[in-house]
């Protein structure tokens, strides 16, 4: 069992940076993949970034790739996404997620626990 907390989240300006965290709780918290989706109103929960259990391997959405980092810290169960040059458009709820992975990094049915999320807000 994997338990996921995310915080960072809040309101900042067009351009602006926030970094989100994600800390779990549980067995095997280092062994799993992990990843950030997020989910606008009224949309799709869409992927956002992918680390690998040891974070040697990422993968981006097009739509962050060049703004967006993801990172990790085995050793305090922690994933952080940093994100930079933000726009109206990254404006959602992020969530966290953790499982073992099996090649399709951005789908959320590869995931099997989930954090509550946090909201993020860019203002134009």
């Known amino acids: 069992q994997v338990q996921l907390e995310e915080s960072g989240g809040g309101l900042v300006q067009a351009g602006g940076s926030l970094r989100l965290s994600c800390s779990g709780s549980?067995?095997?918290?280092?062994?799993?993949?992990m990843a950030w989706f997020r989910q606008a109103p009224g949309q799709e929960r869409e992927f956002v970034a992918f680390i690998s259990w040891s974070g040697g391997v990422t993968y981006y959405a097009n739509s962050v790739k060049g703004r967006f980092t993801v990172s990790r810290d085995n050793a305090r169960n922690r994933m952080f996404l940093q994100m930079n040059g933000l726009k109206s458009e990254d404006t959602a709820v992020y969530y966290c997620?953790?499982?073992?992975?099996?090649?399709?990094?951005?789908?959320?049915?590869?995931?099997?626990?989930w954090g509550q999320g946090t909201q993020v807000t860019v203002s134009s």
């Open positions: 997620a953790a499982g073992y992975y099996s090649g399709n990094h951005d789908s959320p049915t590869e995931y099997d626990y």
């Open positions: 549980g067995r095997d918290f280092d062994s799993r993949a």
